[in-house]
């Protein structure tokens, strides 16, 4: 199984960055797919996740409103549309392949994406 991201990059506070991660090596219509992000001494933590069918997201309520994710089954790919972030979101960003659309579990997940926002 290879997520590959890309997207990531240093922006300023109030910019937008949008995130893609391409998947193979597993049946990626049949997975729920979201990311995760570990910031600076900090644990991983769920950001954003998609159902199979891409007709049901959840987001982490700190980025809720700020976030949009999508997915494309044909091109094995996810995407995260971040919008208005902030230095806080300054974390690498994870994509994965969750064991359900409703728990935070997942079963793989790729390298990562640094994104980096500066005030």
């Known amino acids: 199984v290879q997520l590959v991201e890309s997207g990531g990059g240093l922006v300023q506070a109030g910019d937008s960055l949008s995130l893609s991660c391409a998947a193979s090596?597993?049946?990626?219509?049949?997975?729920?797919m979201g990311w995760v992000r570990q910031g600076p001494g900090k644990e991983r933590e769920f950001v954003a996740v998609?159902?199979?069918?891409?007709?049901?997201?959840r987001y982490a309520g700190s980025m809720e409103g700020r976030l949009t994710i999508s997915r494309d089954n044909a091109k094995n790919t996810v995407y995260l549309q971040m919008n208005n972030l902030k230095p806080e979101d300054t974390a690498v960003y994870y994509c994965?392949?969750?064991?359900?659309?409703?728990?935070?579990?997942?079963?793989?997940w790729g390298q990562g994406t640094q994104v980096t926002v500066s005030s």
């Open positions: 994965a392949a969750f064991r359900a659309y409703v728990g935070s579990e997942y079963d793989f």
């Open positions: 090596g597993l049946s990626f219509s049949t997975y729920a």
């Open positions: 998609i159902s199979w069918s891409g007709r049901a997201t």
